[in-house]
């Protein structure tokens, strides 16, 4: 089966611009993350979903960012008014139910570069 | 008191080494250690993880080692190969969703 992908794969943005970044998890899983791995850095929690609900947006930098996943499968970030410091590879992950010690299966991220 | 600290930053070994990356964590209530494996362009890949109520895991080549008291856990690599070479990242969680990830180790497999 597919694994979890994300698109688009690269996108440069001027600073000021708004993105929207996708995220197609593994069909079936209950639980989806977004992280932000910054160049040369492990990736930093974002925000988690349980099906369609935001359960956890904590990691949010700004409120810029905004996730969603209205029917509990793909989910879109969205980042308004993109900054330099918004650059970095955005990355997905899916697992199959919000249990605990479940793998989370990364998506191959999406590279922002805002000029 | 999030924070995981990993280290060496970049390593290089020989093929047929042993390839050692340290990690240590604050938190204590961490309950679940997983080690991820990132090649250029993809996303993390689990390794191989750990739960603190075992001091030692082994998968093949890999062996995640853990000492609770120390709050520190290592991951080692045995008779490193040339595809081995990779990033690799150390996590901690919470028995649940939100991992806090090291800084990652970057490895090179000499042939």
């Known amino acids: 089966g597919a694994g979890v992908s994300q698109s688009p794969r690269y996108k440069v943005a001027k600073r000021g611009q708004d993105v929207a970044l996708r995220c197609d998890p593994i069909?079936?899983?209950?639980?989806l993350f977004w992280y932000q791995q910054a160049l040369g850095q492990g990736p930093e929690f974002l925000t988690y979903f349980q099906n369609e609900a935001q359960l956890d947006k904590s990691g949010l930098p700004s409120d810029r960012f905004f996730a969603e996943r209205p029917e509990g499968s793909v989910s879109t970030l969205k980042i308004q008014r993109t900054q330099q410091e918004d650059s970095a590879v955005y990355l997905c992950?899916?697992?199959?139910?919000?249990?605990?010690?479940?793998?989370?299966?990364f998506g191959p991220g999406t590279r922002l570069t805002v000029l | 008191q999030q924070q995981v600290k990993q280290s060496p930053q970049s390593l290089i070994v020989q093929k047929g080494g042993i390839s050692i990356i340290n990690c240590a964590y604050e938190n204590t209530a961490f309950d679940y250690f997983p080690w991820y494996q990132q090649f250029p362009g993809k996303g993390p890949a689990l390794l191989i993880a750990?739960?603190?109520?075992?001091s030692e895991k082994k998968e093949g080549r890999f062996t995640i080692s853990f000492n609770k008291s120390a709050k520190q856990f290592s991951l080692h690599i045995m008779d490193s190969q040339p595809g081995d070479s990779a990033t690799y990242f150390c996590a901690a969680g919470q028995g649940t969703y939100k991992y806090i990830f090291g800084t990652g180790t970057r490895l090179k497999v000499l042939a």
């Open positions: 750990i739960r603190p109520d075992v």
């Open positions: 069909s079936g899983h209950v639980s």
């Open positions: 992950a899916s697992t199959l139910s919000g249990a605990s010690y479940n793998e989370q299966f």
